[in-house]
C-alpha cells in the first residue's frame, strides 16, 4: 500500500433516548489505514442541528483521532436519523458517510389537546 487510506470506527451510531432540548455527544474513531497522512478536509452534517468536530492535524499512518459529533433536540421530538459526510484525502474513499439516529423524548412542557 503507498497510500493514505480512512476506516471509522462506527459507520451507524445509535444516541438511543434523548431528553427534549438537550444535546447528544458521540464520539466516533478514524483510523488512518495507508501508509501516509490522512488528512480530513471537511465534515459536514445534513442539517444545524448535528455539528461534527474533526481532527485538523494529520493523521499520521496506523493512528486513530477522534471525531466528535453534538446533536442539539430543541427542535422537534420523535425519531431522528442524520448523516455526516467526511472529505479527506484518503484514496480509495475521499468521502466517508456515517449516519446517527436516536429518539427525541416528548417535550415535558408541551400541552397536549386532549386535556
Known amino acids: 500500500m503507498s497510500a493514505q ?5 462506527e459507520s451507524n451510531v445509535d444516541l438511543g433516548n434523548i431528553e427534549y432540548g438537550g444535546k ?5 474513531q478514524i483510523k488512518n489505514t495507508g501508509d501516509k497522512p490522512l488528512i480530513i478536509s471537511d465534515a459536514k452534517a445534513s442539517c444545524g442541528c448535528t455539528v461534527p468536530t474533526w481532527p485538523k492535524d494529520p493523521i499520521a499512518p496506523g493512528k486513530t483521532a477522534p471525531l466528535t ?3 442539539t433536540t430543541t427542535t422537534r421530538p420523535g425519531a431522528f ?3 455526516v459526510t467526511i472529505n479527506s484525502n484518503a484514496i480509495t474513499e475521499g468521502r466517508k458517510i456515517f449516519r446517527i439516529k436516536g429518539v427525541v423524548k ?5 400541552t397536549t389537546a386532549n386535556q
Do not use: D, F, L
Request: net charge negative.
Open 81 to 83: 436519523s442524520k448523516t
Open 24 to 28: 447528544a455527544v458521540t464520539t466516533v
Open 106 to 110: 416528548e417535550n415535558p412542557n408541551a
Open 5 to 9: 487510506e480512512i476506516e471509522i470506527s
Open 69 to 71: 459529533v453534538q446533536y
